[in-house]
C-alpha cells in the first residue's frame, strides 16, 4: 500500500549512478531505510534536494524487504541556519547519529520525531550546547533506555537529595543501598535534581532551567558515561562531542 509521511533525513548515501538510498526518522513509521530511483537522473519526483537533517514529505511503498521504494519527496523545512554554524551543525549531526544508532527499525514513535524536529528547531535559538543535554535525556527516557532518576535502583525508594548515579545500573543509588552497587559515580545535588527535572519537564518550560557551567559538566559527565556503557561509542569523532570546552557553558 502507499503511504506518505513527513521524515528527516538521518542519513544518505549514492547507489550505483543515479540512486540514493536514505535512512528516515518518519512521524508515524519510525526508522526506515528506502531507496530513490533516478534520484540523480533528474525526475521530477524528487523536487527536493535530501541533504541531511532535512525534513521533507515522501511516499513510499513499506514491504517487508528492508529497503522501501521511496517515490516521491517534497522539501519541508532544510534547517539552513545549521550550515552556517559548524557547532550547531556538530550537534545536529551527533543527535541524528544517536537516533540512528540507537533505533531500530520500523518501531514508530512519533514523541521522538515531535523531540527531533522541536530540538532542531531549539538550535536556531538556543545555546547548543542546552540543546544537546535536554535531547540526550529526552530520547534516553523516550527510547527505553529511561535513566531512573526519581527512585533508588536497588530499593526503588523515593529519592531526596541523591547524588550517587550508577551508570551500569542506569540510575541513582540512596545512601542505604550505595554498598550493593560497584560504579558509584558522584555528582552535585544541583546536577542530580536538574536530571531528573529535565527528565519529566515538557518542553517549553524545561527551557527555564539554567545549570551553572558545573553542573552542566556534571550532567554532561553522566550522559556520557551512560551512553558509552549503552552505546556502542568506539568511534572517536562520536565520542568528542563530550569534549566540551568551558566556554560553550557559559
Ligand atoms: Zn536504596
Known sequence: MIEKDLGFVLKRHNFRETSLILTLYTARFGKISGICKGFYSGKKEFSAHLDTFSLNEFVFYPKRNEIWLISHADLVSDFFFLRKDLSKMRVAAFLFNVVEKAMPLWDANYQIF?????????????????????????????????????????????????????????????????????????????????????????????????????????????????????????????????????????
Request: glycine share 2%.
Open 114 to 250: 515531535n523531540l527531533i524536529n522541536y530540538c532542531l528547531n531549539l538550535l536556531s535559538k538556543e545555546k547548543e550546547m542546552k540543546v544537546l543535554y535536554l535531547f540526550l535525556i529526552k530520547f534516553l527516557t523516550l527510547s527505553g533506555f529511561k535513566p531512573e532518576l526519581d527512585r533508588c535502583i536497588c530499593c526503588e525508594n523515593s529519592l531526596q537529595q541523591e547524588s550517587l548515579f550508577s551508570i551500569s545500573r542506569g540510575g541513582f543509588v540512596c545512601r542505604r543501598c550505595s554498598h550493593r552497587v560497584k560504579d558509584i559515580q558522584v555528582i552535585s545535588q544541583q546536577a542530580s535534581r536538574s536530571l531528573a527535572y529535565i527528565q519529566k519537564t515538557d518542553f517549553p518550560l524545561v527551557l527555564r532551567l539554567n545549570p551553572t557551567v558545573a553542573c552542566q559538566e556534571d550532567i554532561f559527565y553522566i550522559l556520557r558515561e551512560f551512553m558509552s556503557y549503552h552505546f556502542d561509542f568506539s568511534n572517536a569523532a562520536y565520542s568528542s562531542i563530550f569534549k566540551i570546552p568551558q566556554a560553550a557553558l557559559k
